[in-house]
T-cell receptor, first 110, second 114 residues
């Protein structure tokens, strides 16, 4: 079983601050995805990265896939209360099963 | 596109009874579906992978006789929790693979066993 460790597990910061969430594994993935989940709902895809070293931006969110395709990071600039939620990374081999990270619960304080 | 509809969204059942959760792919054919379980404040844990027309593949530690998965058609996969007990109370989510690197998720089912 591949394990994806996310850090930090919990993060509470003031509105306007920047933050970075990390996702680390000892396994190499063909693709890595980041999701955001609201309570009582299914996870919603934010981004998919497939190439080592790849960087993708989604408004104030920047995602990076490690060169060795074993780790990834999510950086949020000028966090807003609407960014509050559970952030999950997930790795897969091709179209095989998706293994989720341990999760980071983010709270943005207005 | 690529929407998975999951029902029911929540269910309460008595201990010892069985509960069926359905996931339907609305606008595509889902050859492979995945079933996850999520406890409060935790991440999603894969329970099993179901392939249309064949037996599901269960993850280590998941009781196949307790969590029955059926994927009889390309648009429907079901998870039946048999002889449910309070410790089975959880949030169950299905997912289907779409395209090369895509996955689409159902909205989840909150199961409470009393």
């Amino acid at each position: 079983t591949q394990l994806l460790e996310q850090s930090p597990q919990f993060l509470s910061i003031q509105e306007g601050e920047n933050l970075t969430v990390y996702c680390n594994s000892s396994s190499v993935f063909s693709s890595l995805q980041w999701y955001r989940q609201e309570p009582g709902e299914g996870p919603v895809l934010l981004v998919t990265v497939v190439t080592g070293g790849e960087v993708k931006k989604l408004k104030r969110l920047t995602f990076q896939f490690g060169d060795a395709r074993k780790d990834s990071s999510l950086h949020i600039t000028a966090a807003q209360p609407g960014d509050t939620g559970l952030y999950l990374c997930a790795g897969a081999f091709g179209n095989e099963k998706l293994t989720f990270g341990t999760g980071t619960r983010l709270t943005i304080i207005p | 596109g690529a929407v998975v509809s999951q029902h029911p969204s929540w269910v309460i059942c008595k201990s010892g009874t069985s509960v069926k959760i359905e996931c339907r792919s609305l606008d595509f054919q889902a050859t492979t579906m995945f079933w996850y379980r999520q406890f409060p404040k935790q991440s999603l844990m894969l329970m099993a992978t179901s392939n249309e027309g064949s037996k599901a593949t269960y993850e280590q530690g998941v009781e196949k006789d307790k969590f029955l998965i059926n994927h009889a058609s390309l648009t429907l996969s079901t998870l039946t929790v048999t002889s449910a007990h309070p410790e089975d109370s959880s949030f169950y989510i299905c997912s289907a693979s779409v395209g090369t690197y895509g996955y689409t998720f159902g909205s989840g089912t909150r199961l409470t066993v009393v």
